[in-house]
């Protein structure tokens, strides 16, 4: 029996996917047969929120995300209530991942209150927010 791994959510997204080829022999065992890593580029659509970690965070949150191609790109946090509290940037990405850090701190740089916020990736192409959560 021929068995493959793939890991299937992550085709859905830019990175690298790993495929292993292994043959399961009737009498027991595993034979190792191939394997091999494949780069996927973003798809030809939205930019996208492809990881945030760690979550919740003390003090610092790296948000990474994909370009599909080179675009405008604006990064802002909110709070639940919809008032922006941070701006984290605006600027023009090459086409992959990116990854921008967030230190817990507004626009002024005071330290905001642990609790619940959405940061939000802003393109050309539509708008994306992950809920991230700041603990003391």
């Known amino acids: 029996m021929f068995e493959g791994w793939d890991q299937s959510d992550a085709a859905r997204t830019a990175g690298q996917i790993d ?9 027991g065992g595993w034979t190792h047969l191939a394997h091999r890593s494949v780069t996927i580029a973003p798809s030809a659509g939205a930019a996208r929120i492809v990881g945030v970690y760690p979550n919740p965070f003390n003090p610092r949150v790296t948000v990474d995300y994909a370009v599909p191609r080179t675009m405008r790109v604006t990064m ?7 008032r922006r509290v941070a701006f984290l940037g605006e600027r023009t990405c090459l086409p992959g991942k990116q990854a921008i850090v967030w230190d817990g701190r507004d626009t002024s740089g005071h330290e905001l209150a642990a609790g619940t ?17 700041l603990v003391k």
Do not use: C, N
């Open 76 to 82: 802002a946090v909110f709070d639940l209530e919809g």
């Open 19 to 27: 495929y292993e080829l292994s043959y399961h022999a009737a009498a």
């Open 117 to 133: 916020y959405l940061i939000r990736l802003e393109t050309e192409t539509g708008r994306q927010s992950r809920k991230v959560m």
